[in-house]
């Protein structure tokens, strides 16, 4: 997903977690999803939680950091969101 000046929530929510699926098993941290998705750190814990609660990614907490993760659901998610967002392009 593209970084624009001016995105909508889903876009947000799309940049979040693309930036999880790029983490792969091992997971990210919040400031590295902050800076790759050009976001606030509280903003990015608030968008997170959000996503967590629709089972799109996996929060764990280590001794210093708290990292996300994409499930299963989220990767279809994003192929899916993928799929639309060429549809509406063409």
Known sequence: ?????????MGIMGDI?????EGGRQGTIVSA?????NLSHYAVIEKC??????GL?????TDKNRL?????KGLQFV???R???SVLDS
């Not at 997903?1 to 929530?9: D, I, L, N, T, V």
């Not at 990614?57 to 907490?61: N, P, Q």
């Open 68 to 72: 996300y993760t994409i499930t299963e």
């Open 17 to 21: 977690l693309d930036v999880a699926m």
């Open 57 to 61: 990614v996996e929060s764990v907490r």
């Open 1 to 9: 997903m593209s970084k624009q000046q001016y995105r909508s929530e």
């Open 33 to 37: 999803i902050s800076r790759r998705a």
């Open 83 to 85: 799929r639309f967002q």
């Open 49 to 54: 939680e959000k996503l967590s609660s629709a």
């Open 79 to 81: 192929q899916e969101f």
